[in-house]
């Protein structure tokens, strides 16, 4: 259904073997038939990251944070969000819809959340997805 730039996969696999201990992220939009990066972050909470999103524009987000367990170890989780707000236009929103599975499937992604309204994101939010999965 869309393509996916290279520049989107090379800013996928930067992101996923990167070594940061920094909270980071990138949003990706599509752009005619091709899924596009729209912007980069370094350093950025979840909160900050979700005032950066558009209010009535679909975007996937790949998120990294940290995340600290019981046991006093600390992961770096690559979550992948796929924010589509309300108040979108219905074409839009199936079109990112049915892109979804291709996008997370190309950028490898193994931690996927749906994401309607920017306010929901937040660190506690995020830790209770991450804690939730299996």
Known sequence: M?????KLEETSKKFSFGTGKTSDGFTAKIEGHTIV???EFNDITAEELAEK???HSPRYVMYRSAQ???DGR???PICFLHYSPEGCSPEMIMKFD???????????????FALRD???LTEDWLN?????LP
């Open 68 to 70: 600290k367990h019981s």
């Open 118 to 120: 920017k306010k929901t």
């Open 53 to 55: 999103l558009p209010d």
């Open 98 to 112: 049915g892109c979804r599975n291709e996008v997370v499937k190309a950028l490898g992604c193994t931690k996927v």
């Open 74 to 76: 600390t992961s770096y």
């Open 2 to 6: 869309c393509a996916i730039d290279t």
């Open 128 to 132: 209770a997805q991450l804690s939730a």
């Open 37 to 39: 990066v729209d912007e």
